[in-house]
């Protein structure tokens, strides 16, 4: 069954076009949800993409999450519909205390654009499912606040319960035990610094940011919401 | 002449115009002009906004070709792509804002060039940014360094566009007047585009985006119509400048590009025009111009930032993320929702009024600065006075006393012994430590992005039809060339340029210029433009590329000392079909070098090191007489390398398996470049010395094939000449006895470079 995924746009937002393209060549309808509207009815799986969202003022993601959309993202993820935040989006999600931990500025204090590989640690997410533990991704990075962290306690609780889906081969920015991505305790929910969306043909230099997406739109497809 | 009151002229003095100038504006309105009046000329007459003294030289350009939609004087050229695309491209410089305030400076020319791309109907797609600085050892320029970095990060990032590409140079001659030019790259269906002028009467002008402060005036005339006081790094003495320089919001500007693409989607504007240099006063000046109509314009109405603003404040502000948008009465409703939605501001401040008559009888664009829409006429001015009446300058010209000595300090011979291998490690440098804090991915197009040859993007982005076509851009610049011969050098950087494209298998189609050169005050800086643009001249009409926009950049000076002539060349390519990756500058082990191209310069010199980077920037030696071009062997050659690189994307089964152009640094620097890309070493051998390792004259690439016998023979078919330079492998490059170095020591030197360079900056 073809997947409705809504991407949501709020203003400053600049990864909305290249997450429908991605997802689409993947097979999903997805579409764009500006972040004034209240509901997300009709959708299988809701993506925050990159960007700048209110230009990043106060903080990244900090004046997005009281955006009108955000009360029907939550219920969303509440309701154990599949969420995909990518860099600004997982900045989103952190802000809205939907993911556990913050990101701060990277290591070295400059703005990252460049290739990264990843490796699954977990596949106990709607990003990883259909990945393999282990398995290495060529997946690249564009950010300046990307060093996720978080308190000793909450690490312990990551780690414990395999919510660390995606670490840094080569640690690009100082986050915390090497951490790219994380999921919430049911694992609807999921947050990544690196664009897999940006990894979806050999044109553009890596095809293995379909490994995630695909692995999402599966979920999202199975998901009852 | 009538006489001129005592106020007036101080006041036109200040302003930056000569008393002849302000003559010419009292005949142009047949009476003195108010002070008003007068600070409008003040900027639309600046050397910046009127190109004065390079106008008349500028006309020599070939700018027409069959794919040509538009052409110079609009916002940005366009060319047609086909599959009902087409793709504007505009460069501009932001060099003396970006000299006293560098961030912002850098910033705000990203802002600016990416409203000319939009305002077309184009979204805007990538940037590259050619940067200049003095050499980096001293804190000033590592603080121009980063400060321009992170300018064009911070705003390309967050504004949605990537930064795809651009130059690093590093001279003496930029110590205390950096070059900070910015190259954008647009596209927008075919149908879409519109252009800058007002028409119907009644319509309205909105003004759209941020509030008018007083950040920016004169930006055009006081500062970047004047040298620098400062010599040598000592710019603190132009620190006065620093409220001409705007500040820039890519927030604004991002919310500004969504609604105006709106717009133009809802076919709901009649006319559109960017605020840049000149604020206001160039926008209602030019639409009004453009569109033979009265414009008038409740000054009142405009929004401030901040109370007690004079109304010439208001019009010359250069306050940035501003738009003015015609559109008719019937749509204003639909403007101001859609602004809204993308919480853009959208304000009323004047409308299009019966044009005047001039004395033939004939429309004239009209502009009238009213208090308050029906209240007094504080300014009437005819608007094509403003913005196409300036004086035109004839400046004289003379070749520098000094060039007859500097051309025979030939360097070739004197360095035949200079040690190549220590040569490469002092050329070789990567700019990822640049390249890495730009965003170059947005919208999945690069294919290739910086640090190669030129830039290769596919043909798409939101709202364009589809096409599996791909379109290749490059900068280009060579002050040394053209510091020895501007003509000649000029020439050879457009030859440069077209050279880059073919290595992404792409055809040029047109060019966009730069020139960034000293005080058109001194002949000498006035003979280097004419020679700069007469090379362009030959060069383009030899490949067939006209110029379809550009910019020249004057008064690039300081303490009295003008800039070497750096004319920087933007080239606008296409591949028919980019379904995969065109081969890399990386090769296997078990390849054959060889070397595309004639080995040999025409002219005296087979191997000239006049200009090249070994002379200049690793031996000092700035003298010498340039090498001459063959222009037709560069033309095939470059072709043959275009339809090769085509042929060969994506498989292994292609004859060329990597490519590189032969740029600065040569045969030696460009074999350095690909061993150290590729982790695999190379044996070179039969190069006659260090001349012809390190020589520069373009139409030569490196390329390395699996099939050297069928690539001879394609070769021989094209006429275009072809030599075995070598074999890929092993762990060391070797140039004949001159260059030997390990890849490690390659690969090291190449990580390094930039950061220990700027490091030691900062320690001393």
Wanted: charged content about 20%; some cysteine.
């Amino acid at each position: 069954m073809t997947s409705r995924i809504g991407v949501v746009v709020f203003p400053g937002t600049n990864c909305e076009h290249d997450a429908v393209v991605a997802l689409d060549q993947l097979g999903a309808d997805a579409s764009l949800v500006f972040h004034t509207e209240t509901s997300l009815k009709g959708f299988d799986g809701i993506v925050l993409p990159g960007g700048f969202a209110h230009g990043d003022y106060v903080r990244p993601g900090a004046i997005a999450r009281f955006s009108p959309i955000m009360d029907a993202v939550s219920a969303f993820g509440n309701d154990g519909g599949p969420i995909l935040g990518i860099c600004n989006g997982f900045q989103v999600l952190c802000e809205a205390q939907l993911l556990p931990g913050a990101l701060q500025k990277n290591r070295g204090l400059t703005f990252l654009c460049k290739p990264t590989t990843l490796i699954v640690s977990s596949t106990r997410s709607v990003l990883t499912a259909t990945a393999t533990v282990g398995q290495e991704l060529s997946i690249p990075i564009n950010h300046f606040s990307g060093s996720y962290t978080c308190d000793s306690e909450t690490l312990s609780m990551l780690r414990d319960q395999e919510r660390i889906v995606l670490r840094y081969r080569e640690n690009p920015n100082g986050s915390i035990d090497d951490i790219a991505g994380i999921t919430n305790e049911a694992g609807n929910i999921v947050g990544l610094m690196p664009h897999p969306e940006r990894a979806i043909s050999s044109l553009l230099g890596s095809q293995d940011g379909n490994v995630l997406l695909s692995s999402f739109l599966h979920s999202s497809s199975t998901a009852q919401v | 002449m009538a006489e001129r009151s005592e106020t007036s002229e101080a006041l036109h003095r200040a302003l930056g115009l000569t008393d002849s100038e302000f003559d010419d504006i009292v005949s142009a309105l047949d009476r003195e002009p108010n002070a008003l009046e007068l600070a409008l000329f003040g900027v639309m007459w600046s050397e910046h906004c009127s190109y004065k003294s390079s106008r008349i030289h500028l006309k020599r350009l070939p700018t027409t070709g069959p794919t040509v939609l538009v052409g110079p004087g609009e916002n940005a050229g366009v060319v047609d792509a086909g599959d009902g695309i087409a793709v504007a491209i505009r460069i501009e410089s932001h060099n003396h804002p970006s000299a006293i305030e560098p961030a912002q400076g850098a910033a705000t020319g990203v802002g600016g060039i990416l409203r000319d791309i939009f305002t077309m109907g184009a979204r805007p797609l990538a940037v590259m940014d050619p940067l200049f600085f003095g050499e980096p050892n001293d804190a000033r320029q590592r603080w121009l360094v980063e400060g321009v970095v992170s300018g064009i990060s911070n705003y390309g990032n967050s504004v949605g566009v990537p930064t795809i590409g651009g130059e690093l140079t590093f001279d003496r001659c930029y110590q205390s007047n950096p070059l900070v030019n910015v190259l954008c790259v647009g596209a927008l269906p075919v149908e879409r585009l519109v252009l800058s002028a007002a028409t119907g009467t009644g319509n309205l002008a909105v003004l759209l985006g941020s509030s008018t402060g007083r950040d920016g005036i004169g930006g055009v005339s006081v500062l970047a119509s004047a040298g620098f006081e400062g010599a040598d790094g000592a710019a603190t003495l132009d620190d006065d400048k620093r409220p001409s320089v705007q500040v820039g919001d890519p927030y604004e500007e991002k919310r500004l590009i969504e609604a105006c693409l709106a717009l133009l989607d809802e076919g709901l504007v009649v006319g559109i025009q960017d605020l840049g240099g000149a604020g206001l006063a160039c926008a209602t000046s030019e639409t009004a111009a453009k569109g033979r109509v009265g414009m008038d314009v409740d000054v009142t109405a405009i929004p401030r930032r901040e109370p007690g603003m004079e109304p010439w404040e208001v019009m010359t502000s250069e306050s940035q993320e501003r738009m003015l948008a015609i559109v008719t009465p019937a749509g204003l409703a639909q403007v101001e929702a859609l602004c809204a939605q993308w919480e853009v501001s959208a304000t009323v401040i004047g409308r299009v009024t019966d044009p005047g008559i001039d004395a033939n009888g004939e429309p004239i664009g009209l502009l009238r600065l009213r208090d308050g829409f029906d209240g007094e006429i504080l300014a009437e001015v005819p608007a094509a006075a403003l913005a196409d009446d300036a004086p035109l300058y004839e400046r004289p010209m003379a070749e520098p006393a000094s060039r007859a000595a500097l051309l025979d300090d030939d360097p070739t011979d004197a360095l035949a012994d200079i040690d190549g291998t220590a040569a490469v490690l002092a050329l070789l440098g990567d700019a990822h430590l640049v390249y890495q804090q730009y965003d170059h991915q947005l919208f999945l197009n690069t294919v290739i992005g910086p640090g190669a040859d030129a830039a290769l993007l596919r043909l798409a982005g939101p709202g364009l039809p589809a096409s599996s076509k791909g379109m290749a851009i490059s900068t280009d610049s060579n002050p040394r060339w053209c510091a020895l011969d501007p003509r000649a050098g000029t020439a050879a950087t457009v030859a440069e340029g077209l050279a880059n494209v073919a290595v992404t298998g792409a055809t040029a189609v047109a060019i966009v210029n730069c020139l960034n050169f000293g005080n058109p005050e001194h002949p000498e800086v006035m003979w280097q433009l004419s020679e700069s643009i007469d090379g362009m001249t030959e060069a383009c009409l030899a490949y067939g590329l006209p110029v379809i926009g550009g910019n020249v950049s004057l008064y690039n000076e300081s303490g009295g000392v003008d800039i070497d002539p750096t004319p920087v060349v933007g080239t606008l390519g296409f591949v028919e079909e980019l379904l995969e990756r065109p081969p890399s500058l990386a090769w296997e082990a078990g390849e054959t070098l060889v070397l595309v191209g004639e080995r040999e310069a025409i002219g005296a010199h087979a191997f000239s090191l006049a200009g090249s980077s070994l002379a200049v920037d690793v031996a000092g030696r700035r003298g010498g007489t340039l090498f001459v071009m063959d222009s037709d062997a560069h033309k095939a050659t470059c072709a043959f390398v275009a339809n090769l690189v085509a042929e060969s994307a994506g498989g292994s089964d292609g004859l060329l398996a990597s490519i590189h152009d032969v740029g600065s640094g040569g045969i030696a620097l460009a074999a350095a470049e690909m061993a150290t890309a590729s982790g695999v070493g190379v044996r070179v051998e039969g190069i006659q010395g260090i001349a012809e390792a390190f020589c520069e004259h373009p139409g030569r690439f490196l390329a390395t094939t699996r099939d050297l016998d069928a690539l001879v023979e394609r070769a021989n078919v094209a006429g275009v000449a072809l030599s075995v330079l070598g074999q890929t492998g092993g762990d060391d490059l070797s140039i004949d006895a001159l260059v030997s170095l390990s890849l490690e020591a390659l690969i090291y030197r190449s990580n390094h470079a930039l950061g220990e360079a700027l490091d030691a900056a900062s320690a001393s």
